[in-house]
């Protein structure tokens, strides 16, 4: 494919822009939204842009700042997988992979 050899790097790479995607996402949602509207709704401000609006804003907000700490739940699990594979891929033994795709008809000779 379009990554090849340099596939340990981009998947690390990705990894850590997932994860401070996620971050950066949770962090500008909660301080600069969900805080704003919870606040607004708790004071029943009057100075709030688009009063019928606030509840569903607070509401996608709240989904996509949740959306993002289960992404965030997921990244340890698919980061120890990923240390696991790179670990014992040396340990591999091609051939008998090989032997054994041939077997079950997975690949061709």
């Not at 919870?38 to 959306?67: C, D, K, Q």
């Not at 997921?74 to 696991?84: D, R, V």
Request: glycine residues 4%; proline residues 3%.
């Amino acid at each position: 494919g379009a990554v090849g050899a340099k596939f340990e790097g981009v998947y690390r790479d990705s990894m850590r822009f997932s994860t401070w995607l996620c971050v950066a996402l949770i962090v500008y949602s909660t301080t600069q939204i969900v805080f704003r509207d919870m606040a607004a709704l708790y004071l029943h401000s009057a100075n709030v842009g688009n009063p019928e609006g606030l509840v569903p804003e607070l509401v996608v907000w709240i989904i996509f700042t949740a959306s993002a700490v289960f992404q965030l739940s997921l990244a340890p699990t698919t980061f120890l997988n990923y240390c696991f594979v790179t670990s014992v891929e040396e340990y591999v033994k091609y051939d008998i992979v090989e032997e054994v795709m041939r077997e079950e008809e997975l690949c061709e000779t």
